[in-house]
C-alpha cells in the first residue's frame, strides 16, 4: 500500500492493523479496524476487514503527509 511504501521510504516501521469492532449479521457486517503508525492512531470502517483496512491506511497516510 502507499502508506506502508511511504513508511518504508521513511526507515519507520510497517503498519499494524487491529479489528477493533464487528456489527451487524453475518451477510451485513461492518469492520472497525484501527491502524497503528509511528505514534499515530486512525480508525476506520468498511464492509469487509480488507476495506477497512485500506481505509485506515488511507487516513493514517493523510495524517502523516
Do not use: W
Not at 11 to 21: D, F, G, K, L, M
Not at 46 to 58: D, P
Amino acid at each position: 500500500s502507499r502508506l506502508q511504501e511511504y513508511l518504508q521510504a521513511n526507515n519507520q516501521s510497517i503498519p499494524e492493523y487491529e479489528i477493533v469492532a464487528i456489527q451487524g449479521q453475518d451477510h451485513a457486517q461492518v469492520f472497525r479496524v484501527a491502524c497503528h503508525a509511528q505514534s499515530f492512531q486512525t480508525i476506520a470502517e468498511g464492509t469487509s476487514k480488507k476495506r477497512a483496512e485500506q481505509n485506515a491506511a488511507q487516513l493514517m497516510l493523510e495524517k502523516l503527509l
